[in-house]
C-alpha cells in the first residue's frame, strides 16, 4: 500500500501541472496542426465507437423497461419516459465517459508515456518548449468538443430504445414517442452537460498526467495506460456524486 504522502504529492503534482498547462504558451502556428489532429484522434476517432454503444444500450434500456412492467395498470408510453431519463442522466454523460476513459485516456497517457520513454520530452525542454502547453493544451482544446459527442450518444441511445420498443414488439411508436415527451425538464440537459464539461476536463488532464510524470521503459507504459484509466474512472464517478448531489439534490 502506497504512502498517503505519496498520494499527497501526487495530487499536488497534478494541480501544479494544471497552472503549468497554460503556461508560456506556444505559438499558434504550431498549436493548431496539434489541435487539429487531436480533434481527429479523440473526438472523431470516438464517434464510430460512442454511436455503437449508444445505440444497443439505449434498445437493452427500453427492453428491460419494459419487460419489468408487469402490471396492466402501468402505461405504456413509461418506457419511453424510463429510457430517456436513464440515457440523458446517466448513461450518455457518465458511462460513455467512463468508456472514454478507457480509449481516449489510454491513447492520451500511452502517446504521451511514449514520447518521455524515447526522450522527445527532454528534447522539448531543452529547446525552452513548455513541454506540458506543448502536449497536453491540444487535448484539452480538442476535449471541449466532447459534449458532442455526448448529444449525439443521447440522441442515439433514445433512437435505439424506440427501434427496439417498436421492432420488439413491446409497445407502438405513438407511446414511446409520449414518454420520450413526458414531464420533460430542461436543466436536466444542462445538469448533463455540465457533467460532461467536468468529465472532458478530467479526460484531458489526468491521463496526460500519468504519461508526462511516468518513469521507466516500454513495459510502464503499459502500466502507466491501466493506471491512468482506472483513476480517470474513480474520480468521474466521485465528481458524478459530487455534481448530482449539488444540482438535483
Known sequence: MKNPITYLENI?????????IFRRPTKW??????????????????????AFISFFVGGVVAIQT????????????????????????????TFISIIM?????????????TMRVTEQIDALEVMGINAINYLVFPKFIALTLYPFVISIAMFLGILGGL???????????????????????????????????????????????????????????????????????VMIILVNFLLTSLLLG
Open 101 to 113: 476513459a478507457g480509449k481516449v485516456g489510454s491513447f492520451i497517457t500511452s502517446s504521451i508515456g
Open 66 to 93: 419494459s419487460l419489468n412492467m408487469t402490471s396492466p395498470i402501468m402505461p405504456k408510453y413509461l418506457v419511453g419516459f424510463a429510457t430517456r431519463q436513464s440515457i440523458i442522466l446517466e448513461f450518455a454523460p
Open 12 to 20: 499536488g503534482t497534478y494541480f501544479i501541472m494544471i497552472k503549468d
Open 163 to 233: 427501434m427496439a420498443c417498436v421492432y420488439g414488439g413491446y409497445g407502438t411508436m405513438e407511446d414511446y414517442i409520449e414518454g420520450v415527451q413526458l414531464d420533460f425538464i430542461p436543466f436536466h440537459f444542462i445538469y448533463a452537460f455540465i457533467k460532461t464539461f467536468v468529465f472532458a476536463f478530467l479526460l484531458a488532464t489526468i491521463p496526460s498526467y500519468y504519461g508526462y510524470f511516468m518513469k521507466g521503459g516500454a513495459l510502464e507504459v503499459g502500466k502507466a495506460s491501466t493506471t491512468s484509466f482506472v483513476w480517470t474512472s
Open 29 to 50: 502556428s504550431v498549436m493548431k496542426p496539434l489541435i487539429l489532429k487531436d480533434i481527429d484522434d479523440l473526438i472523431i476517432g470516438s464517434i464510430g465507437i460512442v
